[in-house]
């Protein structure tokens, strides 16, 4: 079984609290469990990225610099992240970026170089999944109040939070659909080599 060298994840509503559109940086806020899911990876030597589809670029509702704002702001919270991968088209488009085409993760893998096969992609909706499956990737659906149930229906693998999909790709590809694993974020650092400093 190869191991994941990449995991990618969904900005709003994955990593970040969803605000639609937004375009203020003093409005990011962190998911539960958000930092100690990014800080096992890093400690583990996996890369992390973000992928996010922001229409409202298209829409008129944003600008590029707003998104850039608000991104750097979450690099500031959660980061540095080995690469960011922004589409800002609209649905009806017709672009290979917008999730769930898969054009948002082939290009993220291919700035860290890694085969999208040794890649995990962390999202919140069905399109997330999706563009990993069309990509050649792992999906994990972490679902929120926003996710429809046949969404979660269909998704390969399921995580009831950021830190239970996280610590499921520590040792290889997710395995089993609904994903558990109740040991407390910290028992996942315990590397057999004394507590993390």
């Known amino acids: 079984m190869s191991r994941v060298k990449a995991v990618l994840f969904d900005r709003d509503g994955t990593l970040v609290e969803?605000?639609?559109?937004?375009a203020d940086p003093d409005r990011v806020r962190p998911v539960a469990g958000a930092r100690e899911a990014l800080g096992?990876?890093?400690l583990r030597?996996?890369?992390t990225g973000v992928v996010t589809n922001q229409s409202g670029i298209a829409r008129g509702l944003l600008t590029d610099a707003d998104v850039r704002r608000v991104n750097h702001r979450i690099d500031e919270l959660l980061g540095p992240f080995d690469v960011w991968a922004v589409c800002p088209h609209g649905p009806d488009d017709g672009c290979h970026c917008r999730k769930p085409e898969p054009g948002l993760i082939l290009w993220a893998v291919g700035r860290v170089c890694v085969a999208p096969s040794d890649c995990v992609v962390v999202g919140d909706i069905g399109a997330d999944v999706e563009a990993a499956r069309r990509a050649g990737?792992?999906?994990i659906l972490v679902p929120t109040p926003a996710t429809r149930p046949e969404e979660t229906a269909d998704a390969d693998h399921v995580?009831?939070?950021l830190p239970t999909a996280v610590r499921a790709v520590l040792n290889g590809p997710p395995q089993g659909r609904v994903l558990a694993d109740e040991?407390?974020?910290?028992a996942a650092y315990d590397t057999g080599r004394g507590r993390p400093r």
């Open 18 to 22: 969803d605000v639609p559109y937004n």
């Open 40 to 42: 096992l990876l890093r």
């Open 45 to 47: 030597g996996i890369r």
């Open 137 to 139: 990737a792992h999906g």
């Open 159 to 161: 995580a009831k939070d």
């Open 183 to 186: 040991r407390p974020i910290e």
